[in-house]
């Protein structure tokens, strides 16, 4: 039995690792703002599975002083730092934010560790947004999606780093902080760069988490509200998806095996098998829910990565984890969560 601090615990990464360790029988206290929409829900949601069993601490990863005193009075052994602002959009509106959330945050999670002489494992969730809008990748344009030249199975963590974007550089600085304080101080620290994730406790908004949101779009067509959905770009954008079964699971195995994965990172998703592009997905939910979709294109968002895939064979290889969950199970399991749901739309 172990302790973990999750930041960002009610959060849909949060609360899903949240569960998985609490059903393990560990020891969780969360740490969380309830600042994102469902935040609230996703708290009661694991109160209600899990009783009083976990510790729940109000506080905001930007106050340095609280992010030490809990990391100083709990000394947990794992950290899941998934704290953050996740939202290209929200990050070109109010950079300052977004800098304070996703890399000052970071820091003081880095720095309680330090500081208080904790020997807590970091696991940090990351983003493929450090490497750009990868514009340089030689792509061709299908009927549906896009596809690259070359990078058969994906990108590996050699693809070159290009911050851009306020959330890219952002991210990309706590990404670099993690691996640094593990060099320098001893820090065993572990980064995931992320994908696409979805499944149940996505609260999805338009500007964050394309799959819940999509899904959630064609339910309400579906319903009888014939106002179209809009799609930025020409729906071609390829991602790999992730589903939160797996995203749990890799948490948890990563966690078992720290010291020997320590200060490196990897890129997560769940491969070229479980691709899609928008297209793609609404083609899928439409057909699942039985619908017609009414769609409108808009311009192209700025420094929208057209194609992402990760290569995930150095987690594989690593920790023997692989995602499990195929996409259409994973789209159909998505769709029957909304509709379960009285989930808010921001």
Not at 13 to 24: C, F, K, M, P, R
Not at 42 to 69: C, F, K, P, Q, Y
Not at 113 to 131: H, I, Q
Request: glycine share 10%; with cysteine; proline share 3%.
């Amino acid at each position: 039995m172990a302790k973990w601090l999750i930041t960002g615990g009610c959060g849909f990464l949060g609360s899903n690792i949240a569960d998985e360790v609490l059903g393990q029988g560990h020891e969780v206290v969360v740490l969380d703002n309830l600042s994102r929409v469902g935040s609230s829900q996703n708290r009661e949601w694991l109160r209600e599975r899990h009783g009083s069993g976990w510790r729940m601490v109000t506080d905001d990863i930007r106050d340095s002083e609280a992010v030490a005193r809990l990391v100083r009075e709990e000394r947990p052994a794992y950290i899941a730092h998934l704290a953050g602002q996740v939202a290209m959009t929200t990050s070109l509106r109010d950079p300052r934010y977004d800098f304070e959330v996703n890399a000052l945050g970071s820091l003081n999670v880095l720095e309680a560790v330090r500081n208080t002489g904790s020997e807590s494992v970091v696991l940090y969730s990351s983003t493929n947004k450090v490497y750009g809008d990868l514009e340089w990748v030689e792509l061709h344009e299908g009927e549906t999606r896009y596809e690259p030249a070359d990078y058969p199975h994906g990108f590996d963590e050699s693809l070159p780093l290009a911050f851009a974007s306020p959330y890219g550089c952002s991210k990309g600085a706590a990404d670099q902080y993690m691996q640094d304080y593990c060099k320098m101080y001893g820090v065993r620290t572990v980064t995931f760069r992320h994908s696409s994730m979805y499944g149940g406790r996505q609260f999805a908004s338009y500007d964050q988490g394309w799959v819940g949101w999509f899904c959630r779009e064609v339910l309400r067509q579906a319903g009888g509200d014939s106002r179209p959905l809009t799609v930025s770009g020409n729906g071609k954008q390829v991602r790999d998806l992730l589903h939160a079964d797996d995203m749990r699971r890799l948490y948890v195995i990563a966690a078992a095996r720290a010291d020997s994965v320590a200060g490196r990172v990897f890129n997560i998703g769940g491969g070229t098998a479980q691709s899609l592009s928008i297209l793609e997905l609404l083609s899928r939910s439409a057909d699942a829910a039985g619908v017609q979709l009414s769609v409108e294109h808009l311009p192209a968002r700025a420094s929208d990565q057209r194609y992402f895939v990760a290569d995930t064979r150095s987690i594989e290889a690593a920790t023997g984890w692989t995602a499990q969950v195929n996409v259409t199970d994973g789209v159909e399991r998505m769709l029957a969560w909304i509709k379960s749901e009285t989930a808010p739309v921001s």
